[in-house]
């Protein structure tokens, strides 16, 4: 244990295990809607929509964070548009999305000649580098996401269980993009962490665990939380004690913390006995 | 008129530039008819998680200084079997189990990669493919996995088609969704494996995705889908390269011929969404003024 402790014994490290809990609480938290609305696929989308975002953002010399999410927010509008096109099979419009802007990220990036170092960063995330800068603007993103949730809670939990009752009370559907820009922000905050393919996994194998144990949407957000700030510490801890990747040692104890959970409920049977009727009130 | 045919054919004077273009054919041809199956089962999430998965296979046989193509050929079918079952499974939301099994295939890839020293260069490599780097004997591999795998699409056509449009028909005749299901998807990851040398893991669902949902803006008939989705993967391979090739031979400027295919392949289906968006406005308003006059 105590050599465990020594791990965090430098800033760089207490610096990734602040990142690494406040990412994976944040993410954690949302997943919860990433799961209720069947978002996972469109989250890959938007963390791959943030990379030609970022290397735009570094030719130019922005920041890079305003340029992931500048570019991940004009993805996330037309897939909104298209949603209302019914030519076009959702879906399928999310995989063109998300390969060509995977492509625009890779074909810029290989026009500058730094072609390898920062990409594998942007891939699999680098969060033995955020700074205190980084820490502040998950924060600060964070608040702004979780704040805008919580606000809009009723709303949205009525919207994904009921589409029809929703639209004929009169709430727009403007409230599913708020939801997805949502959705969207988060993924690029958590980008610098675990990278743009895996920060799928904080968005849904949290919640998906914490599905195991509530069937209520509010608390299977606090539950995601944690299980995303849980993997977020075991992922860093043991990369660090093994010297193994850190965006991906994050994604493995998140799945792990899932099949434990998994085990724990079949073996005491708790979920069949807690089970709510699906049309009972879920709020 | 002679400057524009130099400038589509000249590029293709080297060597590596016929093989790169042989290849990219190959996949178009490929990916073109198995993209239209994905599209008729709604398969774009698995085709991308597939190509997610197809990864550690690849990273491990590439640490092991084993055939990448067995390896991602191992990985490949394996996790294809996975994935079927995460996507069937009821007691947990299939969306975000597949998430979970591509993450954590997707996770033991990149650790097994990294414990090499310089290991982002071989990341990329395998991520993005070298699509110039090609020799014969892969082109060989490509074109046999090819003939396999179209060659079983014709032999279920029938089944595939009735299981797409009449599930519980399908199911009363007896056929077994799971046994169809799984063929599929294992045809699809033969794909990807095909795919990864010159593409890589990561560029391959374009080839998959954008010639259908290309395809399936202009036509709706299953055979011209087919020939349309194969003909805007050529066509965007064709360009691709000659682009690619052009802007770093003659402009020093380096793209990626990978990503390249995939920019051209996404601009042509943007282009052709937005003509038939027009036009479908343009045909409503006029049988409006039609009723209305």
Known sequence: ?283 | MLVTIRFLTEPFTPGYMQRAFAIALILSALAGVVGVVVQLRQLSFMTDALTHTVFPGVAIAFVAGQSLFIGALVAGTASAVLLTIAARSTRIDHDAFMALVLASLFSIGVIVVSRNRTYSADLTALLFGRVLAVNSREILETAIVAVVVLGILALMYKELLLRSFDEVGAEAMGYSLLRIDLVVNILVALVVVAAVRAVGTALVVALLITPAATARLVCVRLGRLVVASVLVAAIAAWLGLVISYDTSVHHGVRLAAGATIVVVLTAIFAAVATLTAVRSRRVRRRTLAEVTS
């Open chain 1, 1 to 283: 244990m105590r050599h465990l402790l020594d791990l965090y014994d430098s800033g760089v490290m207490r610096r990734a295990l602040i990142e690494a809990v406040l990412v994976g609480s944040l993410c954690g938290a949302v997943g919860a809607h990433v799961v209720l609305r069947r978002l996972p696929f469109f989250t890959i989308t938007v963390a791959h929509a943030t990379f030609p975002g970022i290397v735009l953002a570094s030719i130019v010399g922005l920041s890079e964070l305003a340029g992931g999410l500048a570019f991940a927010s004009l993805l996330v509008v037309a897939i909104y548009l298209t949603m209302g096109d019914r030519s076009l099979d959702t879906n399928t419009a999310v995989g063109v999305a998300l390969a060509g802007s995977f492509g625009l990220g890779v074909m810029l990036q290989s026009a500058q000649n730094g072609f390898t170092k920062d990409l594998a960063a942007i891939l699999v995330g680098s969060v033995l580098t955020v700074d205190r800068r980084d820490l502040l603007t998950t924060t600060a993103v964070g608040l702004v996401v979780l704040g805008s949730l919580a606000a809009t809670h009723k709303e949205l939990v009525l919207r994904a269980f009921d589409p029809e009752g929703a639209a004929a009370q009169g709430y727009p559907r403007m409230l599913d993009l708020g939801l997805l820009l949502c959705v969207g922000a988060t993924v690029v905050t958590s980008v610098p962490a675990v990278g743009t393919i895996l920060s799928v996994a904080l968005l849904s194998v949290p919640a998906l665990t914490a599905r195991l144990v509530t069937r209520r949407v509010s608390t299977a957000m606090v539950a995601g939380a944690a299980y995303g700030a849980a993997s977020g510490v075991l992922g860093l801890t043991a990369s660090a004690q093994w010297d193994l990747a850190a965006g991906a040692s994050i994604a493995l104890a998140s799945a792990w913390l899932f099949f434990v959970t998994f085990a724990v409920v079949s073996a005491t049977g708790r979920v069949s006995r807690r089970h709510v009727p699906r049309d009972a009130a879920p709020a």
